[in-house]
């Protein structure tokens, strides 16, 4: 079927505003993770999830990030009170396997923060 | 201290040239290499996994390689299609299920 698609493909917010990123892994791939891709450098991780369980969010820069998978398949990534240092590539994977092994990505989306 | 180091950062081939894409880690305990091709815009593309040193993948033009300390990327009679930018991430017993990646190799090949 269809890969990870992700939801909106292009968001520009004002500093200050929250965000809401949407992720829909391939379909019954129990691990999704979220990775912040900067201009220029590879992913870096953000958080994952085995189902609906958040297992690992050490990623995770500030608790303005917020991430949430509960019923184990679309996933939301929410930046509160977004600044400019948080612009760049949100990208989701996702995997058949608990492992982490054979994750495959969705295009991302592109924050800006002005 | 970078963990995934990639060389070059950039690298240029006329059609037909063939090179390679070095990625070496600095970590033990791996669990897996991992190969990724990045096009302007788009998520990472699965390319290869490795599991062990000695391992070897192939696809059309590609072939990876693993030893103890890094991999390589061979791209053999490279054409156009194949600019893009080549990623590897490493999945280590100390990192749980995250891959950690290194900054990539910008491969253009020019006709």
């Known amino acids: 079927g269809a890969g990870v698609s992700q939801s909106p493909r292009y968001k520009v917010a004002k500093r200050g505003q929250d965000v809401a990123l949407r992720c829909d892994p391939i379909s019954g791939h129990v691990s999704l993770f979220w990775y912040q891709q900067a201009l220029g450098q590879g992913p870096e991780f953000l958080t994952y999830?085995?189902?609906?369980?958040?297992?690992?969010k050490s990623g995770l820069p500030s608790d303005r990030f917020f991430a949430e998978r509960p019923e184990g398949s679309v996933s939301t990534l929410k930046i509160q009170r977004t600044q400019q240092e948080d612009s760049a590539v949100y990208l989701c994977a996702s995997s058949r396997l608990v492992s982490g092994n054979e994750q495959f990505f969705g295009p991302g989306t592109r924050l800006t923060v002005l | 201290e970078d963990q995934v180091t990639q060389s070059p950062e950039a690298l240029r081939l006329q059609e037909g040239e063939s090179s390679s894409l070095n990625c070496s880690y600095t970590v033990s305990g791996l669990r897996g290499l991992f190969w990724y091709r990045q096009d302007p815009g788009k998520g990472p593309e699965f390319l290869f996994t490795l599991y062990s040193a000695g391992e070897e993948k192939e696809k059309e033009r590609l072939k990876a390689t693993l030893t103890k300390k890094e991999s390589f990327l061979h791209i053999t009679a490279p054409k156009p299609e194949d600019s893009a930018t080549y990623l590897c991430?490493?999945?280590?017993?100390?990192?749980?299920?995250?891959?950690?990646f290194g900054a990539g190799t910008i491969l253009r090949v020019k006709s």
């Open positions: 991430a490493v999945l280590h017993v100390e990192y749980g299920n995250k891959l950690v």
């Open positions: 999830f085995q189902n609906e369980a958040q297992l690992d």
